[in-house]
């Protein structure tokens, strides 16, 4: 039973890190002209009025990219992908994942995305339509590891679960092994919270075990309210493209003003 809906979360401070780091892949590998794939697991409804009820009730987006828009120049690929994303959809809106790599991708790449939740999958094919994406109403995670290593070859996955699901500290890293030996030359980008209880620790471990080499970043932020359990945001990067190292430092530096 899925009960998790990114709405109540989407622009805080963890989707910041996520978001800015994926905008700036993405941007990495649009600079050659080759097509490339572009695999979201757990990709959500694409689309946030960050009006809405849900968004307000949790204040995240006020304590998150409210807070951090000016940390991004009008030329990076992240405020490129927001700008793009209120032109079109209005002042208000948030693009999730699946629409900053709409926004930056071309119409060359070939875009396949999961979500299993029947509203957020039937939002998600809405708000993804022009991007002429593939919208999957499946696991995402059998999804990946079927369709990869994918055509073109050349690409990146994100896996961005709710964590939900108990065993999913469990399930993941195993995965994310076997999707890193079947598209070995892909890039594949894992994000996790970063709970008091440290619940990520042994799945990184099991991660490292697989893939010695990924890349891994961390930022920590303040509780966005009293007693609330993420202390910060990381970021597993496997294959990650050249120059990225330059994102990672300048987004620790950002969020290290935070206090
Ligand atoms: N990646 C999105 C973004 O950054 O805009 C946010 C995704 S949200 C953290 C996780 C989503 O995964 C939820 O919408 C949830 O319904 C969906 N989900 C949970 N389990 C799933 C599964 N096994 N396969 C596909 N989607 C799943």
């Not at 979360?9 to 941007?27: E, P, Y």
């Not at 991660?207 to 910060?232: N, S, Y």
């Not at 990067?237 to 990672?248: A, H, L, Q, S, V």
Request: hydrophobic share 35%.
């Amino acid at each position: 039973m899925l009960s998790y809906q990114h709405l109540y979360h989407a622009g805080n401070l963890a989707d910041v890190h996520k978001h800015a780091l994926l905008a700036t892949t993405l941007d990495y590998l649009t600079r050659k002209d080759k097509p490339l794939t572009y695999v979201e697991t757990h990709a959500g409804r694409g689309l946030y009025d960050l009006t809405a009820p849900e968004a307000v009730k949790t204040g995240e987006a006020a304590k998150g990219i409210a807070i951090a828009e000016g940390w991004f120049p009008t030329t990076h690929p992240y405020a490129r992908a927001l700008a793009a994303t209120r032109d079109q959809r209005g002042a208000t809106f948030y693009p999730g994942s699946p629409l900053i790599a709409g926004h930056l991708l071309r119409e060359t790449d070939s875009i396949h995305l999961c979500e299993l939740h029947p509203q957020e999958h039937a939002a998600l094919d809405y708000a993804s339509a022009p991007f002429g994406a593939k919208v999957y109403h499946e696991d995402g995670l059998a999804k990946a590891l079927s369709i990869c290593p994918p055509t073109p070859r050349r690409g990146m996955a994100l896996i961005d679960p709710s964590y939900e699901v108990k065993t999913d500290y469990e399930t993941i890293p195993r995965v994310v092994g076997q999707l890193h030996r079947k598209w070995n030359v892909g890039i594949i980008y894992l994000w996790y919270p970063i709970l008091r209880e440290g619940y990520h620790k042994p799945m990184l471990a099991e991660i490292k075990a697989v893939a010695p080499e990924a890349l891994i970043h961390e930022v920590r932020f303040p509780p966005v309210r009293d007693g609330h359990r993420m202390e910060g945001s990381g970021m597993v990067m496997i294959n990650p493209p050249y120059g990225i190292e330059t994102e990672t430092k300048r987004l620790t530096g950002l969020f290290r003003k935070l206090g």
